[in-house]
């Protein structure tokens, strides 16, 4: 393979980074990373299409006559944290954070982007996709909708997201289940209120609510295989204003992660099934608003392959090694892969803060092999 020298171009790259990381815009309103990171790939020679899913970015490099195409996938959002890192480049949004390391994300694939215009000698098409609301509303599944695969198709698709805790600039896969599927519900439970004294003319919410959170945990021990990862979390429960007073509504804010497509629509199903009945059982009402859900990330066995092979020819067998199981963690990268094969591949942050954490910061050292493994895998798939 073509060897590439990102020395003359890394500072650029690291202040890239670092301004990215200054500018951290929630789901769907990267307006200003939007314009930032269009202006570079405009300069670099890309057709830059604009406006999928509100902010998001394709840009497409063709060379030769090919009708080969490859797709690379970046996310751009933050998350709603204030950051306490004290860094030189700190966030200048308050209230907002690049806490996942979507900056180093976005700069890795623009650091490809850099060499890839600087390369005649591969034959087809790349497609660079710079993904709003990874976060919080599904922005690869609204770019999905927005005609993504339709308007710029690609044979494969690839993503690489930093992990604390992984060697720096260590890569780790594996074929089939990568990630969990999530789903978030806010279930309602509409009771009778009244005074704390006359419980009796009474449907408490509160009785009804602690009654479905305890039934709730026997549906993964009872009703999913033990092979079968999956987890159910009820993270909130709120209800009434004092200890006298009885309310009328208890809010319950449940999560579900599995990795197999049955077992999550079993438990979206078994999860409404029994909070009606619990309710019902106590004359209250169990009311059901699902969220955004993404599903599980499953790698194409054969993607997987050819970006562990980059990663050997590039950087030595040693670099890549198999992840032993599936994190339980969710990606939206997941609505990407449902429509084309692909391999969601990890890259060492080394011994940082974890993921979402208000003191995380990416690491600029994994910049440059990064953003070669992208270059280096559009080239072995368009020779």
């Given at each position: ?50 406006g ?10 063709k ?13 751009m ?17 308050p ?24 390369d ?116 909130s ?47 209250a ?8 859900g ?42 990407l ?13 080394g ?33």
């Amino acid at each position: 393979m073509r060897d590439t020298n990102f020395s003359e171009f890394l500072p650029e790259l690291v202040d890239i980074r670092h301004k990215l990381h200054e500018m951290p815009e929630i789901g769907l309103s990267e307006v200003k990373t939007s314009e930032f990171v269009a202006g570079l790939l405009q300069s670099w020679g890309f057709e830059v299409t604009r406006g999928l899913a509100i902010t998001g970015i394709v840009a497409t490099l063709k060379r030769g006559n090919s009708n080969r195409a490859i797709g690379f996938r970046a996310d751009m959002d933050a998350l709603p944290m204030h950051e306490e890192t004290g860094l030189a480049y700190q966030s200048k949004h308050p209230g907002a954070m690049h806490a996942c390391g979507h900056d180093g994300h976005t700069s890795m694939l623009l650091g490809a982007a850099w060499a890839l215009s600087k390369d005649e000698s591969f034959n087809g098409t790349v497609h660079l996709i710079f993904q709003p609301a990874e976060e919080n509303f599904g922005g690869g599944k609204l770019m999905i909708e927005d005609g993504l695969f339709e308007r710029f198709p690609c044979e494969r698709v690839y993503a690489l997201h930093n992990w604390p805790g992984l060697p720096v600039g260590q890569f780790s896969s594996r074929a089939g289940a990568m990630a969990a599927s999530i789903d978030v519900l806010t279930l309602t439970i509409k009771g009778k209120g009244g005074h704390g004294a006359q419980p009796e003319l009474t449907v408490d919410p509160v009785v009804v609510g602690s009654s479905v959170v305890m039934a709730l945990q026997t549906l993964v021990s009872r009703n999913v295989s033990p092979h079968q990862p999956s987890v159910l979390t009820v993270g909130s429960f709120q209800a009434g204003s004092a200890s006298n007073i009885i309310p009328d509504t208890a809010v319950l804010e449940i999560s579900m992660r599995a990795m197999d497509p049955v077992v999550r629509k079993q438990l979206q199903e078994r999860v409404e099934q029994v909070a009606r009945l619990q309710a019902e059982s106590y004359n209250a009402e169990a009311v059901f608003d699902w969220q955004v859900g993404y599903p599980a990330t499953i790698n194409d066995a054969e993607a997987v392959e050819d970006a562990r092979a980059v990663i050997a020819d590039t950087f030595g067998a040693d670099a890549y090694v198999e992840l032993p199981e599936p994190l339980m963690g969710s990606e939206d990268f997941s609505f990407l892969l449902e429509k084309v094969p692909g391999a969601y591949v990890l890259i060492g942050n080394g011994d940082s803060s974890g993921l979402h954490t208000t003191r995380y910061d990416f690491n600029d050292d994994i910049l440059e092999r990064g953003a070669t493994y992208f270059y280096q895998l559009a080239r072995a798939a368009l020779v």
